[in-house]
Structures are given as structure tokens and as C-alpha cells.
């Protein structure tokens, strides 16, 4: 026991000898270690957290347990890139302390030092989190989880927590958690959208360390199978008007199982949401996107990141010695379909410092099958996949590898759904609800319907109709999936297809 302690702190010691900067080239290439999500060296992650841009550098924090491959006590880690693609990982930023455990929160650029923690002109970034008592919870106290302060004065590398937290006490909501803050510009405050049980609570600040209640929001909206958890509230331009764009995520309750991430837009005074519809809408139908919030300080971009796993089963999912990765930056906008606004999300340009050799095909018509192994000859399994297509029939694409194991993707005309089938992909027994087939509807009433797909070691991510529908699921293969078939049983005409191949990140260059 000791030897293997020591073992393991040598290995560790090893790992972080330049202070903590963990280049993903030095992974091992463990089968479903993510070649181009992040994915902790090491250990259980779940919730992105105060994901925030500055001088160049986007900064990642996440929900991490640095003692074990299961949810634990919670720590913020953190990350860093240049593109949001290729990361570092970097030294634990928060730890637990005398208040509590530290949850999923936001963090922000305090240009104006509203909040008085920078000194000598320094901007400091301010984190807002949630601490949870674990002490309390124990007394059954329903005052367990309060939101407070850490802020760096040195771009994210060293935080100080606040002397004066909690900031926010809790009123008596047991579940009270998940701030994330931006800046309202009109009234020059501060907006905090705040998770609190079955609704989102909105409070504001001139500081960020006195926040005043303005109102509740959702408990008789959208999908209520479980509690509400990690909002946000954004602005999306569209047609030339901003409308305000409310993420919340529900756990459990998703559409195919297990924990998703529903949307509401609507207008937002400073005070008040009102959503423009009644009707629930989900940011991704697959199982895995989950507490996916925005970057801070993109400017006119507004990029999201989730955590690509759900509370299902994430806990007992095959990979060692790390569990969990993000999803890819998806660029978040609004579409107008029959007069609902949507939200749509597409992978970041960014992405494309992976694209390695590419083929393309036009015009071409599937009947039966058409096999695309030898077009594509690719032993990594890594690729995007662009497809356009009259919706004329059913048609799926089937990822697949020596062993049998399929992955299928597909488009059913007569429910007008998509999906994605991973009950034959490999590994699926660990969880009874796994192994399942998940359905998203086409929202779009174009004729044209285009297919982007991004696969990764162990994940596929679906963009239907420039990412009006969105899937995003895990699965786990006995070997890469190297081979590639189209199928139509009643024929379809491919217009274009264009496979590339993606590098993994630690190959694409710094
Ligand atoms: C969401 C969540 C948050 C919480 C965090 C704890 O996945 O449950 O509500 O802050 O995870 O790790």
C-alpha cells in the first residue's frame, strides 16, 4: 500500500514538474483518451466552470475531484488555450475551504474594478461560485450552499478567495448554487442567474459583493423532471434585433434520459425574463452535453462548452485514470422556423487546425450501401464528416470496426427525426440505460439537409441544419471505428460529402 502510495505520488510528482504544465502530448494514447475535447490528465471532472477570455489566453475551470475517477470533493481545476482547441492543463485554482466545497460557478473581467480587488491598475478576474457545506447538509440544514468570491490579479494563475464570503447567503432553498454573472450594460450593473431548485432567480450588484433579489423565473416552464441547474442568460442577435437567450440545465429529465440542457428566449429588462414562448426546447438532444454555459469576454461571440457525459451513468463509464472531457466550442445564434427562434450551435472555426487530408464526392447515389473504407482509409478514427442531401428518403451513416461494434446515425423521414444508435457501439453494459437508440427532431423545413459530424475517440457530435438539431453522445468501441458506410434502403442522392480527417491536438502544433 505504501509502495504503490508512493508510487503514484512519484508518477504525479512527474506529471507536474513543470509547474503543473500538463502538455496533453504527454498523454499516453489511452483507446478513449479524447484527442481533440479536454479531458483531465487524470481523474473525474464534470461542470466547465468560469470559462473567461483574456489577452488572448481562454481560461477553462472545471468541477474536478483531483483524488479520485468518481465525483468527489469538489475543486475548481483549470486549463488554458490559445484556441480552445488545443489545451493545457494547468494548476489547481480553488480549493475547498472552511466554507465549503466548490461548486459550478462563473467567472468575469472586472474592466471597471467595481468590485476594488485590483491594485496598481491590475484588472482582476472575479470568480462567483457556490460553496457547499457539507457540515450543514449533514445537519439537515437547508442553508447548505452560498455563492462567494475568489479573484486573480494575475490572469488566472493565483486566486485569493474573498475575506467577506459568502457574498450571497442562502434564504432556505436547499438547492441554491451555480452563479453565473455578467454584465448588464444598459442599467451598468451586474447580473447574476442563479439555479434555485425548481426556477432561476435573478439578483444584481453594483460590486459583485451585495446582491439584491429582482425576480424568479421558469417553475411553471419547460421540462421540470428534475432540478434546475448551471443557467445562463445571454443576448443573440438576430435579424437585427437582440433577444436574450436563458440555458438551464435539468437533471434528470433530458429528452433521451438522464441530464440535458433546455432553452428559453425571450426579452430581458434588468430585472424580469419573458420568454417569448411557452414551448421546450433543448440546446442538444443526445445524453451527453450537460451544464454547458458560455465564455465570458468573447466580445460579439457567444462560444459554449458542456460537460460530455450525463449524471446516468458518468460515474461508471470505462476510461481510466481520467473520466469525463468537454464537448467541442460551439459557436452559439438564433434561427427563425415557423416563427419560433431557435437556438443553433456549430463548432468553432477554430476546429479546423485539425483537418487533415480531405476527400470529397458529388452527386452521389446511395441505394443499399455504399462503403466509404477505402475513400477514407483511416486508422484513427477521427473525422468530420459534411453531408448535404435532398430530404427525400431515409438514410443513416454507420461508423463500424473489425469487431462489429455500429455506430448509427440517422435520418427517419417519416417522424422527421434524427438519430443516433449506440446500443451495438462497443461497450455498454456498465449502466442498463446506455446502450440506447436517441431521437432529436429535424426542426428545419428546408429541403436541403446537411450533416456535420464530428468523431472523436470516444464521442460523436451531430450538427443537422447548421445546428438547429444537435446530438451529442459518448460511446466506447473495442477499437477505433475505422470503417464507414452510407445506407438507403429506398435510395437517396448524396448533393456533396466532404470527409476529413482530424489530427489529434497534441499533433497539430502549438
Ligand atoms: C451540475 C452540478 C451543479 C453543481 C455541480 C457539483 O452537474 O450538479 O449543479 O454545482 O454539478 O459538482
Known sequence: MRKLLLHSCLLALLAYSSYGQVNQTALKPELYRPQYHFSPKAHWMNDPNGMVYLKGTYHLFYQY?????TWGPMHWGHATSKDMVRWQEQPIALYPDSLGLIFSGSAVVDVANTSGFGKNGQTPIVAIFTHHNVKLEKEKSDKFQYQSLAYSLDEGKTWTKYAGNPVLPNPGITDF?????????PQKKWVMTLATKDRVTFYSSLDLKNWRKESDFGQDMGAHG???ECPDLFPLEHNGKKAWVLLVSVNPGG???GSATQYFVGDFDGKRFKPY???TKWMDYGADNYAGVTFANTGERTILMGWMSNWQYAGVVPTSPWRSATTVPRTLGLSEVNKELYLTSTPVNELSVLNNAAASVKNLAVKGQYDLTAKTKNDSGLFKLDLTTQNTNDFSIVLA???GNELVIGYDKAEKSYYIDRSHSGKTD???????RHTAPRLSTETNLSLTLLVDAASIELFADNGLTVMTDIFFPDKPMTRLFIKSAAGITVTKLTYTKLTSASQAGL
Open 65 to 69: 475531484y483531483p483524488d479520485g475517477t
Open 255 to 257: 429528452p433521451n434520459g
Open 401 to 403: 470496426n473489425e469487431q
Open 226 to 228: 428534475g432540478v434546475w
Open 177 to 185: 448554487r451555480d452563479p453565473k454573472v455578467r454584465w448588464f450594460e
Open 430 to 436: 456498465f449502466e442498463k440505460g446506455f446502450g440506447k
Open 277 to 279: 414562448s411557452a414551448k
